[in-house]
């Protein structure tokens, strides 16, 4: 089973960005997605620049994925995945279909927006050219075995560990939270880097605003759940970035897959992140915030 | 001139008859289980129900379009494929898909039955329309609620297929079928099991003189006794952030396209479709006399085109929250 971490999923500036991916470099982790996959507004680094931190981490010994805009719902965001999927050097993670008509031909990894449900559809997202799927974030344990044993033998990875990112739209919650529309934002998200929090009126965290995206508040935490990870054949573990200490938690799975650390050790490890609480719900086949003994 | 299909929601037999006498073109349906996204008890027609709606619809020389749009679950697909096979049986005149494997599914099985891309298919750009035109022989797309109207106009011009675009009722404002805010909360989504914000998970409480409201264990909403409540989904709840409580990520309110109708007809949208497959046949029957009315009037002239306050009186009156928005039309709204 191999390590993956996802793209950064909220707005860092760019010197944050090339030194988050320093540290990333000298950490074990096995393949690294890159890209801004929410906001064609958060612009700070060019295509350009990304091929050069891909290029970086590849000498590292990394496998380097762009990963696309989720939602392209204009000329600017379609310019930008057509660009994308054109780089002619890196495998891409399709966020969106447009991606996958795109890349035709040219091996990809289809991405947890794509609705990949079912054994027919991964089948004919397979024969689209993917070579590897990201598991909705809703399909569990059950759900994945029964897709697995029946569909073709693509690489299957799904997230591990993080706040998951639960909605998309077109609005910008995070703007539109400090009474600005989404053309003149003034890149208020630089100023949230871990998002901006929602608590219910009883004071429980809930969901976490990022621009177009709503997340999870509470991260998801499957590494109690290796067993069952592997019975289910899952080939990718994926862990969310986050602002600080992603390279303890690529160390906590790191250990936890090579058995360099008890589940004790690891639990441990991940508590500084899971202080208030964790969720294995959609694992377990339940409602995804609910954390299941 | 372009004159768009009216299609409106036919949650019963007595909505879709209610539909059709008030002069929509088509009328979508579902069946009484899963394979739609509005999996709600009472809603949605059985095999028996369909027919007699189909032949109700054809004699009027109207349609009747099958909304099989939640995504088939792994190891039961063939339920899927059966609702299909039944509704092709059925004549029904198009099939709403959302899933790759269902869209190949009809394709392959029932190539001469119109295929319609559901809305829950996030569609939003040419060059995934092409691909569902390309490879899934797709004839029509239904657009997420959340285009701004230059992109549904550019999209007319370069996609190569028609396109559905709503016009009232309820609005999601996440891009459909990528919304797993109900299945965080209860288990149940859209996408899974056809249902957001199930009926079963709603709990109303009274608490020191106010209403308080719960999607399983999430508090959502908190009414005073004079305020009006409305059904709890997440999206139109109130929460807190930054010190206070407002409606974070929505206002309960419905979508009305009346005031840039116009600007649809002239882009060429094939179709205006009514949310609200849950909705009583008297609000069916009200919204869509006003749609036609309206829709009429405009490609009889559209350069003369006027508003007129009673349309706009009769829709708000029957709006959610009595609030309506155009909604991501309008660029603001973003």
């Known amino acids: 089973m191999k390590l993956s971490l996802a793209p950064i999923p909220f707005y860092w500036s760019v010197d944050e960005i090339r030194a988050f991916y320093d540290e990333i470099a000298r950490t074990p982790v096995d393949i690294v997605y890159l890209g801004e996959t929410v906001c064609y507004k958060r612009r700070g680094l060019h295509l350009d620049d990304w091929i050069g931190i891909a290029d970086m981490l590849a000498a590292q010994g990394k496998e380097v994925v762009l990963s696309s805009l989720v939602l392209v719902d204009g000329e600017a965001e379609g310019k930008a995945t057509r660009r994308l999927c054109a780089n002619g050097r890196y495998r891409i993670e399709a966020n969106d279909m447009s991606a996958v008509s795109l890349s035709a031909g040219t091996p990809f990894i289809a991405g947890a927006t794509l609705n990949i449900y079912n054994e027919h559809t991964l089948a004919l997202i397979a024969e689209a050219g993917a070579t590897r799927f990201v598991a909705p974030i809703e399909l569990g344990s059950t759900a994945l075995m029964a897709l697995r044993t029946r569909a073709p033998a693509l690489e299957c990875e799904i997230l591990a560990f993080g706040r998951p990112a639960l909605a998309y739209s077109a609005r910008c919650f995070t703007a539109r939270n400090y009474d600005r529309g989404k053309d003149a934002c003034e890149r208020i998200c630089l100023d949230h880097p871990e998002g901006l929090l929602v608590e219910t009126q009883e004071d429980e965290a809930f969901l976490v605003l990022n621009g177009l995206q709503i997340h999870a508040a509470t991260p998801l935490n499957y590494a109690a759940e290796l067993d069952s990870l592997r019975h289910t054949h899952i080939d990718i573990l994926r862990i969310m970035p986050e602002k600080t200490g992603t390279e303890r938690l690529i160390d906590a799975f790191h250990g936890l897959l090579t058995g360099r650390h008890t589940r004790e050790e690891v639990a441990a490890q991940l508590a500084p992140f899971t202080a208030t609480g964790s969720a294995n719900g959609y694992w377990r086949g339940q409602a995804g915030r609910l954390s299941c003994p | ?334």
């Not at chain 2, 027919?51 to 697909?77: D, E, F």
């Not at chain 2, 009809?106 to 891309?117: A, G, K, S």
Request: hydrophobic share 40%.
């Open chain 2, 1 to 334: 001139m372009n004159k768009p299909e009216l299609v409106c929601p036919g949650g019963t037999s007595a909505a879709v008859e209610a539909a059709i006498d008030a002069g929509a073109d088509a009328v979508y349906v579902g069946m009484r289980n899963e394979t739609n996204a509005r999996n709600f008890p009472g809603l949605n027609l059985d095999q028996a129900e369909l027919v007699a709606s189909i032949r109700y619809a054809h004699r009027k020389g109207r349609k009747i379009y099958l909304a099989i749009n939640t995504y088939p679950q792994p190891g039961r697909v063939n339920t899927w494929e059966r609702a299909v096979d039944e509704a092709v049986a059925t004549g029904v005149d198009a099939l709403i898909i959302a899933d790759l494997g269902l869209l190949r599914y009809c394709q392959e099985h029932h190539p001469r039955v119109p295929r319609h891309l559901s809305v829950q298919g996030s569609a939003t750009n040419a060059d995934a329309l092409r691909f569902y035109a390309e490879r899934f022989g797709v004839t029509r797309a239904v657009l997420p609620r959340v285009l701004p109207l230059n992109q549904v106009e550019r999209l007319t011009q370069e996609a190569p297929l028609s396109l559905e675009v709503f016009g009232f009722g309820g609005l999601c404002v996440m891009v459909e079928g990528r919304c797993a805010l109900s299945s965080y909360a209860t288990g149940v989504s859209p996408n899974t099991c056809g249902a957001c914000s199930p009926a079963a998970s709603v709990r109303w409480e009274e608490h020191a003189g106010e209403r308080r409201v719960r999607l399983d264990g999430v508090l959502i909403d908190v009414f005073q006794k004079t305020e009006k409540a409305g059904y709890p989904t997440i999206c139109k709840g109130r929460f807190k952030t930054r010190g206070a409580v407002n409606y974070t990520l929505e206002e309960p309110t419905s979508l009305n396209v009346l005031p840039i109708l116009a600007d649809l007809v002239q882009a060429g949208v094939a179709a205006i479709k009514i949310e609200g497959r849950q909705r009583s046949p008297t609000y069916v029957a009200r919204v869509t006399a006003i749609m036609r009315a309206a829709i009429d009037a405009c490609v009889r002239d559209p350069l003369h085109f006027v508003l007129q306050p009673e349309w706009m009186q009769g829709l708000s009156a029957l709006a959610e929250g009595h609030q309506q928005t155009l909604g991501a039309f309008h660029r603001p709204w973003r």
